[in-house]
């Protein structure tokens, strides 16, 4: 079957340039996105949000985080747009005069983070995540319930933050809290993890601090130490090192998941997931001796 082009964005810089029509006048966000829309074909039945713009290092470029959801494969990449709202970039830019260098995401520390899974397992899988990420919440139904029974006790799953905290508003504070969790234990952590995210649909800015404590209630966990830790931001330190990890891999979205060294980013749908285990399982596989002549 063939797939909206949208869904396919090139690997390297040569990605996608194209006129989105003449410049608004003014920052209207609605029209930016309705010629966007246009220019990459993307049907009226998805939904389209456009994070807030940032600098960057090129004059009269700035990067956007474009979410698209309605489809089987959601979506959330950055874009670049000129200045003038006439021109759309779309991909990943390298730096030509930087130098060649080892993979960057095959020496990544896991020692004290949450982990599921056992300590020696042939395939290690990190995850950058957001507690407010649509595409998180909807990664974590395939990660929890499809791909950690299916390949039980063959991988290890390390949790780290990347809250986006331009479009996310509770985010971080989130995250905090899900590092005092991980401060009464490992098995908490994830407890909390995993209602955060069943929980998404339900939290909002406003009524975050009043639900965690119900959450927490839910969890088992000490109450007074857990408010202590989130209410004093003692974690903020360890979540903030943790996005400050992600952005110097070059990270730039949730979710992201780094697989023995190789990075899959976005709502990833399982056959691909599978496909990448499968291959990693398979080369960790010990090779039969040589028979003695």
């Given at each position: 079957m063939l797939r909206p082009r949208w869904l396919f964005p090139c690997l390297l810089l040569l990605c996608l340039l194209v006129p989105v029509g003449p410049a608004p006048a003014g920052d209207d966000n609605a029209e930016l996105i309705q010629r966007i829309r246009h220019a990459l074909k993307i049907p009226p039945s998805y939904q389209v949000r456009l994070g807030p713009a940032e600098k960057t290092d090129i004059a009269?470029?700035?990067?956007?985080?474009?979410?698209?959801?309605?489809?089987?494969q959601p979506r959330s990449d950055t874009i670049?747009?000129?200045?003038?709202?006439?021109?759309?970039?779309?991909?990943?830019?390298?730096?030509?005069?930087?130098?060649?260098?080892p993979n960057r995401f095959?020496?990544?520390p896991v020692a004290g983070h949450p982990a599921l899974g056992p300590a020696d397992a042939r395939v290690t899988i990190i995850e950058y995540a957001d507690?407010?990420?649509?595409f998180c919440e909807r990664a974590y139904w395939m990660v929890k319930y499809k791909l950690l029974p299916r390949y039980s006790g063959q991988v290890r799953l390390i949790f780290k933050d990347f809250p986006l905290t331009r479009s996310h508003a509770w985010a971080l504070k989130a995250a905090v809290a899900a590092q005092c969790a991980f401060q009464q234990g490992n098995d908490a952590f994830w407890k909390l993890h995993d209602l955060l995210f069943e929980c998404q649909d339900e939290l909002n800015a406003e009524n975050l601090d009043?639900?965690?404590s119900e959450l927490a209630v839910a969890g088992g966990f000490d109450l007074p130490a857990f408010r202590k830790c989130y209410d004093s931001q003692a974690t903020?330190?360890?979540?903030?090192?943790?996005?400050?990890?992600?952005e110097g891999l070059g990270l730039t979205g949730t979710p992201a998941f780094v697989i023995n060294g190789q990075l899959l980013s976005g709502a990833v749908p399982f056959p691909r997931f599978k496909a990448v285990l499968d291959r990693e399982l398979a080369a960790a596989q010990p090779h039969a001796a040589p028979p003695v002549p």
């Open positions: 009269g470029l700035v990067k956007r985080t474009l979410e698209v959801t309605g489809g089987s670049f747009v000129s200045e003038d709202g006439r021109y759309l970039f779309w991909g990943r830019l390298y730096d030509l005069d930087a130098q060649p260098g095959q020496h990544i507690f407010q990420c649509p009043a639900r965690l903020l330190p360890r979540v903030q090192a943790s996005i400050a990890e992600a």
